[in-house]
């Protein structure tokens, strides 16, 4: 049973370019959670997709975007990239209906902007 | 809204001896909280979550923490150390459908 998947594993961008960061959740679950992670910090929460639609949302910039596919895969887009988006981009996935409601994190996607 | 706070940023101790990572959280209602660790270079892994069941919850590798009401804690705690458990330690409590992650505390055990 594949666990959260991430691609791509690093990435490099020039500032101002925009990226596609992309996540596969645990078999049987039904939403994904998008993280970010800049170095020394704990995780900071970007929005969740549950039913293809963004059902809650954290303190960002509306330069992060992102969409749930009908397979519950997810994207995470960020348009006009500044250096300070340089971080570890992390996907959670859970089962939306579950009461425990835990997560279940990727390894993550190290993007680098230049 | 809810938060947490890890009153330690970096805790050192020597192999075989316990471990004590603290958090305090803050919330307006019966939370849930828990626990996760990550290893250099590799995701975020859970030890251990509770839900307002048992207030002493076990976990994986050891690891169990103690929900305390009247002092709003989450204290994780093992025995005896290993070298393995080197890592950086989060504390989390759930605010409606996401996390909120505490900054984290980074465990080193000295040989």
């Known amino acids: 049973d594949a666990g959260v998947t991430q691609s791509p594993t690093h990435l490099i961008k020039t500032r101002g370019q925009q990226v596609t960061l992309r996540c596969s959740p645990k078999?049987?679950?039904?939403?994904v959670s998008w993280y970010q992670q800049a170095l020394g910090q704990g995780p900071q929460f970007i929005f969740q997709y549950y039913e293809e639609e963004e059902r809650q949302r954290g303190n960002f910039p509306d330069r992060f975007s992102g969409h749930q596919f009908p397979n519950y895969s997810s994207e995470l887009n960020v348009n006009a990239l500044l250096l300070g988006d340089s971080a570890l981009y992390l996907c959670?996935?859970?089962?939306?209906?579950?009461?425990?409601?835990?997560?279940?994190f990727g390894p993550g996607t190290r993007l680098t902007v230049t | 809204a809810q938060s947490v706070t890890q009153l330690d940023s970096h805790v050192s101790v020597s192999e075989g001896t316990p471990v004590l990572l603290r958090c305090n959280y803050s919330s307006s209602y019966s939370p849930s909280l828990f626990w996760y660790v990550q290893h250099p270079n590799k995701g975020l892994q859970l030890l251990l979550k509770y839900t307002s069941a048992a207030t002493l919850v076990k976990g994986i590798n050891g690891f169990e923490a103690e929900f305390k009401k009247s002092e709003t804690s989450f204290h994780l705690t093992k025995p005896s150390a290993h070298m393995s458990d080197a890592a950086e330690y989060f504390c989390v409590v759930r605010n409606g459908q996401n996390f909120v992650f505490g900054p984290g505390t980074r465990l080193s055990v000295l040989p």
């Open positions: 078999s049987g679950h039904d939403t």
């Open positions: 959670a996935s859970s089962l939306g209906s579950s009461r425990a409601n835990e997560q279940y």
